[in-house]
């Protein structure tokens, strides 16, 4: 899976720490995603983010933080979590949010366990 | 409001078998519908997609799914199931938020398909 990379693949921390997810997209794309997966859940659409812009926070709580310093990075910075927050964390990109045809990649995910 | 159900958590079914995993979506507008697959611990791969025009849509690994508009429903399917086809199946939606601001996918919360030897 070259096209959309996530790092760490695996993250462990207390509810006091302080840590960030990193994605990259390599596929010339516009949009940025993060999505939370939990357990017989639907995905959860957390940030989008197009041309670098934020375009939509979907009630996320302030203990998660996206940041998106260009077209081509994505992360998403975790400050005082709670344990219900432990899930896979997915990053995905598309062309961009103009047209409804595209469709979005996916990185293989972060799993966050919140201890 | 836009959402996609996917009824059955799981759906079991011998290789070499027909496979069907259901979908079914409510929508304002005009559907625009899409299936994707997730194996074990990899992120979610496009697999087709439904905009306009043909109502059966093929797309990778052979997988074909078929929207009909009178009962809301995009049904993948696979004329010939393989254990490797094993993994968790989402369809998804896409919101028309506005004429030009497709931000959201809605997904379904997902079915397991077992395909046993």
Not at chain 2, 66 to 77: I, V
Request: proline residues 6%.
């Amino acid at each position: 899976e070259t096209g959309v990379t996530q790092t760490p693949r695996h993250l462990v921390m207390g509810m006091t720490n302080k840590k960030s997810l990193k994605c990259e997209q390599h596929l010339g794309h516009n949009a940025m995603y993060w999505y939370k997966q939990s357990a017989k859940k639907p995905l959860e659409l957390m940030f989008v983010y197009n041309f670098k812009e934020q375009t939509e926070n979907n009630s996320v709580p302030s203990r998660f933080s996206p940041e998106c310093p260009n077209s081509s990075h994505l992360f998403l910075h975790l400050h005082t979590l709670q344990p219900e927050d432990s899930a896979l964390y997915l990053c995905a990109s598309s062309q961009d949010t103009a047209s409804a045809s595209y469709e979005q990649y996916f990185g293989p995910g972060t799993r966050l366990t919140v201890t | 409001a836009q959402s996609v159900a996917q009824p059955e958590d799981q759906v079991n079914v011998a290789e070499g078998n027909p496979l069907t995993v259901k979908c079914t979506y409510s929508v304002s507008g005009n559907p625009y519908l899409f299936w994707y697959v997730q194996y074990p611990n990899r992120g979610l791969q496009f697999l087709l997609k439904y905009i306009t025009g043909d109502n059966l849509v093929k797309g990778s690994y052979g997988f074909e799914a078929e929207f009909n508009k009178s009962q809301t429903s995009f049904h993948l399917k696979k004329p010939s199931a393989l254990v490797s086809d094993s993994a968790l199946y989402f369809c998804a939606v896409r919101d028309i938020a506005g004429i030009y601001n497709f931000n959201k996918f809605y997904f379904g919360s997902g079915t397991k398909l077992n395909v046993k030897p």
